[in-house]
């Protein structure tokens, strides 16, 4: 069996897998970094061949998100899009469309209100639209199959002037050439190779993988739920227990110019229609009802999500898109992705986004292997564990100059 050391093993060339190689790459001084992935390519399954791009989630907007959530969210968000515009072609990497949130009847349009109102001095971009602005930007959310304004009432708030798309394919493959590309250190990406098991030593761990053993002073799986079989060999995370739930999701022929999604109120169990388009895939979009939120204080509903067939399926999508045909379902693709929501059985609680379950040099993300928005966050946090743990140079400066300054906003160096 062969053997390969390493400062850092990563499992996983998912977003924040690939942003913590190219982080680590670009900004310290560690001299070997490897990363593994059971898939052939990083476009050769799920997360890339059915599921190329995905929306950033600035949580102003998306209204499950407190305020200080939505704050967390959107510097998440700016590292993303600062990364991508530093690009060659950042255009390959992130789109601007618009997005909203549409609020149908004058109960949830009040509260909507209340949210923007609340909102609005902290992200001057937030915009509100009655319902002629909406059939403006977004006709086939006003207009029905024949061509008349739908009659209940109708109010959204969005924006149209921030990048909101990402195309995760090449997002990833973007961060993994630019580690690659460094010059003053080793680094490895290794496809087709699955971790089988994590071991202790005395110093650092032992990875049984597929393609032989693999030894590494830190070790971090950017897995998401797939890594907690590791991380409980380890002792970790035993109180943590998945809740499997799905999202029914379909390809066809777009309507919409940008991200559009029904309003989801915190205290709802429903599932909640939505619409994008899909960026390598021109005059396509995709269809989605999203995974329903929390009971109150964070409980489980009693039921769960489930996808209801195409009639089901499409009497829902309606509530958004009130003249999609039943041929756009039965004619398009289908998919259901699956969407586990983690739960602390101790506690009864879900766990929340963003943790990771962490031990002497490693961790384990819990946050869903696909998510974009979090990925170079994610990645920082990790980075700056290893850097207390390994004890290794951080080049802190440059960093933030990359990733948390909007290039856009510099002129020549210096601030505009």
């Known amino acids: 069996m062969s053997k390969h050391h390493c400062d850092v093993l990563i499992i996983g060339a998912t977003p924040a897998g690939a942003a913590l190689l190219y982080q680590l790459a670009r900004f310290t001084d560690l001299s070997s970094i490897k990363l593994i992935d059971a898939r052939q390519t990083t476009g050769s399954a799920e997360l890339g061949g059915q599921w190329t791009s995905e929306g950033l989630q600035y949580g102003y907007i998306d209204t499950l998100a407190s305020l200080s959530q939505a704050r967390a969210w959107h510097r998440s968000a700016s590292m ?47 915009e509100w639209w009655e319902k002629a602005d909406i059939a403006e930007l977004e006709p086939y959310l006003v207009l029905d199959g024949d061509g008349h304004w739908r009659p209940e009432p109708m109010a959204a708030m969005g924006t149209t002037t921030q990048h909101t798309i990402v195309n995760r394919s090449a997002l990833v493959e973007s961060m993994l050439d630019n580690a690659r590309a460094t010059y003053d250190k080793t680094v490895d990406v290794q496809y087709g190779t699955r971790a089988i098991r994590v071991e202790a030593l005395s110093q650092g761990y032992k990875v049984l993988t597929t393609s032989g053993e693999i030894r590494t002073r830190y070790l971090v799986s950017a897995t998401g739920l797939s890594g907690l079989d590791l991380a409980r060999g380890l002792g970790l995370g035993r109180s943590i227990a998945e809740v499997p739930l799905a999202e029914t999701l379909f390809e066809t022929e777009r309507l919409v110019r940008g991200r559009v999604h029904s309003l989801r109120r915190p205290e709802s169990s429903k599932a909640a229609p939505y619409a994008e388009p899909i960026m390598d895939r021109p005059g396509q979009m995709r269809l989605g009802l999203a995974v329903p939120s929390l009971t109150r204080g964070g409980k489980m509903p009693l039921a769960s999500f489930s996808g209801n067939g195409l009639d089901g399926s499409l009497q829902q999508l309606r509530q958004l898109i009130p003249s999609l045909g039943s041929s756009a379902l039965s004619e398009g693709r289908m998919i259901l992705r699956p969407r586990g929501i983690l739960v602390d059985t101790e506690a009864g609680r879900r766990v929340p986004e963003g943790t990771s379950l962490d031990g002497d040099c490693v961790r384990f993300h819990l946050t869903p292997a696909s998510e974009v928005t979090t990925s170079l966050h994610q990645a920082y946090q990790d980075l700056l564990s290893i850097q207390a743990q390994l004890g290794c140079a951080v080049a ?21």
Do not use: C
């Open 80 to 126: 993303v899009v600062n990364y991508a515009l530093r690009q060659a072609e950042p255009q390959a990497l992130i789109g601007k469309y618009p997005k909203m949130v549409v609020a149908q009847g004058e109960e949830d349009i009040l509260w909507l209100k209340e949210r923007y109102q609340a909102f609005k001095s902290h992200f001057p971009l937030l």
């Open 396 to 416: 802190e400066v440059r960093l933030k100059a990359q990733l948390m300054t909007d290039p856009r906003t510099v002129n020549r160096g210096r601030a505009a």
